[in-house]
């Protein structure tokens, strides 16, 4: 019995012990356990993410600083590589009326300039007789206008076979005075026209461009039925204008020389130089003084410099240790962020490729690097300082900077350059000469005086592929060849076709051959000239049908490479060095050397536009890290989920840990109620 009761006593306090364990169930607050053992195992992986992700946005926006600071700098040397930049004039000149000064360009000649103004020009004016109204009816068909010279008598006309006249067309839509005053005032002749009101009546008045050989002829050739465009008529046959003012030229003298020009505003007087004429004087002299202002120049290279040590201070906080921040900067271990900001710093002690002068780099005018990287200007007097080079080599520091293109030949020169161009220098050999379309008449019949009333001189020319309408010579006599072949030239550019298609033909007279030689202003296999349709009188002066000898393309090679050829210009091929180097060659050339430096201004300008350019290395690189900002993301939300995984397994683990407790629980009520029943008997 003592065994007994010793065992039943060990019972009951072992199963009062799992009950005072379990309680009335685990005793554990398992949300609260489960996010905290979430968030435990999360927390590594989510801190990484989340530092990551700031790195990147940081880089992004410091990218943007990177940016505007290439900007900066680039508006900096874009101004060094402008040859207005190193070209600029200023001019002086005394208070005046007789002239002013509307224009100086950077390529104005230097130099002192005495202007006395004997005339000023004037244009002709004509006027029609009255009409009783502005809207009735004038007549149907052309009228052709031609500019040239009268004499003194106006009943000899001289046409300017150099400028270019035009037809008009009078229909349903403009006939009537104020319809042609609106046509001739639309065309692109240079002719105006007014409609003046005198006593009731209304007469137009014509007026051509200024200058003694732009006074006018007007021919008109009426539509039948339709008549009355030939009181319009203004030539040596019939004259039903009345002329009220001649045209002049401006007479004015230039350190002594006479000169004559067409109009009062005069363009190449003074190379460079524009000036309006206003009034004449035979005593008042207008002294010009033209020098170099080297001084902007100046100012835009010492900004430049201000611009690039500020560019390498705010360049250095991103791809280096800020001082400020004490910290570095996020584009620190960026490679593409350091390879640019090392580019810029070499270009700097680059040497431009394509330049054989005294200066080839920055330290040649005393622009320095120094050890922190900075650029520093020698601003003392010796040789070697910036203010030597500006004042005493100023030509070759324009050349350090700007583009410069160069040719051994003459006859060879290089227009233009594009960015596909490689600075440095290219054999030319031509292997084609350039040439124009042209056609020589028979030998003529005729001789001069040629008068050819009685007689229909009229034909159909072709230029360069398009045909005139069909022209007629006018009746007059002609003293010679060269006054025909003026007429013939200024009657085929006059065409409308012709000047639709702005195309145009040389008319000459050679005396030695008497043949009439047409010559297309154009080069190349499309140039040409031809006659589709000719009178029987046309004979006379050597004409027929048919066609001449069509021109040439120029060939070449450009750096021992085949180049394109259209007209006089020539083209290195695609994807050659020289590729974009156009260049204008004129017949006779066979060789030469062109040479092409882009010059600092332009090599620097050229490096940051490909940083900056929108599918520039900067936006690719800006672009690839917005990726991986989004990878980062999704990781983050990829980590969510693992997380939330992660919570609904240990929630589920321990839902099974609680049912397991609630039937240790269940299963110790019953052991306690048989502990206590074995312990009643055993008392018994």
């Known amino acids: 019995m003592a065994t007994v009761s010793s065992t039943g006593t060990t019972n009951t306090s072992t199963g009062s012990s799992i009950i005072s364990a379990l309680g009335s169930g685990s005793g554990i607050n398992t949300s609260a356990l489960v996010g905290q053992l979430v968030e435990v195992n999360k927390a590594p992986q989510l801190g990484r993410l989340t530092t990551r992700q700031t790195l990147l946005e940081t880089q992004i926006s410091d990218f943007g600083l990177l940016r505007s600071a290439f900007s900066t700098l680039e508006t900096a040397a874009s101004v060094l590589g402008n040859a207005d930049t190193f070209n600029a004039k200023s001019a002086s000149i005394p208070t005046t009326t007789l002239l002013g000064i509307t224009k100086l360009d950077a390529k104005a000649s230097v130099g002192d300039y005495s202007i006395t103004v004997e005339q000023i020009a004037q244009a002709q004016s004509v006027s029609t007789s009255n009409f009783s109204s502005q809207t009735t009816a004038i007549g149907k068909g052309t009228l052709t206008i031609r500019f040239g010279s009268w004499n003194a008598g106006v009943d000899t006309f001289t046409v300017d076979s150099a400028k270019t006249g035009g037809t008009i067309t009078i229909d349903d839509s403009n006939n009537s005075l104020t319809g042609l005053r609106d046509t001739i005032n639309k065309s692109s002749l240079g002719v105006k026209a007014a409609i003046v009101s005198e006593g009731g009546y209304y007469k137009l008045l014509v007026t051509g461009p200024s200058g003694a050989s732009s006074e006018v002829e007007i021919t008109a050739v009426e539509t039948v039925g339709a008549e009355g465009l030939a009181s319009f008529n203004f030539n040596q046959t019939t004259r039903n204008l009345t ?37 004449k004087s035979t005593t008042e002299t207008v002294s010009i003084g033209i020098s170099e202002d080297k001084s902007i ?16 201070t705010a360049s250095e906080k991103l791809v280096g240790f800020d001082k400020e921040k004490n910290a570095y900067g996020s584009l620190r271990q960026d490679p593409l962020a350091k390879n640019l900001v090392q580019q810029v710093r070499s270009q700097l002690s680059a040497t431009m490729t394509g330049l054989t002068g005294s200066f080839t780099s920055l330290s040649d005018i005393g622009v320095g690097t120094q050890l922190d990287g900075t650029l520093k200007i020698n601003d003392t007097t010796d040789a070697t300082s910036f203010r030597s080079a500006i004042d005493k080599n100023f030509a070759a520091v324009r050349d350090l900077f700007i583009p410069t293109k160069t040719s051994t030949n ?8 594009t960015d596909s161009s490689v600075a440095g220098s290219y054999e030319v050999n031509i292997t084609q000469q350039p040439k124009k379309g042209s056609l020589t008449s028979a030998v003529m019949v005729a001789t001069f005086p040629l008068d050819t009333t009685g007689k229909t001189y009229s034909f159909t020319a072709g230029v360069d592929g398009i045909d005139t309408a069909s022209i007629t010579l006018p009746t007059k006599t002609y003293a010679s060849g060269a006054a025909l072949a003026a007429d013939l030239q200024s009657l085929i550019n006059a065409d409308a076709n012709i000047t639709a298609a702005k195309v145009s033909v040389n008319v000459l007279f050679n005396s030695t051959t008497k043949k009439l030689e047409f010559t297309s202003t154009a080069y190349g296999s499309g140039s040409k000239v031809s006659f589709s349709a000719v009178s029987t009188d046309m004979a006379d002066i050597g004409i027929s049908v048919g066609s001449g000898t069509s021109g040439n393309d120029v060939g070449g090679t450009v750096g021992g490479v085949a180049a394109f050829g259209y007209g006089n210009v020539l083209l290195p091929a695609l994807g050659s060095k020289a590729e974009g180097l156009n260049m204008t060659v004129e017949p006779g050339a066979t060789s030469g050397t062109i040479t092409f430096s882009r010059g600092f201004g332009g090599s620097f300008t050229r490096l940051i536009n490909d940083f900056l350019k929108s599918n520039g290395m900067i936006k690719t690189r800006e672009a690839s890290i917005t990726k991986d900002v989004d990878k980062v993301k999704k990781d983050q939300v990829a980590l969510d989920r693992r997380s939330e995984a992660y919570r609904l397994r240990l929630q589920s683990q321990f839902s099974a840990m609680e049912s397991i407790v609630r039937s240790l629980k269940s299963t110790g009520t019953f052991l306690t109620g048989a502990f206590k029943a074995l312990s009643g008997n055993n008392n018994q």
């Open 243 to 279: 002329q009220q003012q001649e045209g002049k030229d401006a007479l004015l003298h230039v350190n002594g020389m006479s000169l004559s020009r067409s109009t009062n505003h005069l363009t190449d007087v003074i190379d460079g130089m524009e000036f309006d004429l206003f009034n």
């Open 410 to 417: 003459a006859q060879i020169t290089v227009t233009k350059h």
């Open 297 to 312: 120049a100046e100012k835009n290279i010492r900004d430049f410099v201000a611009a690039y040590n500020t560019f390498l």
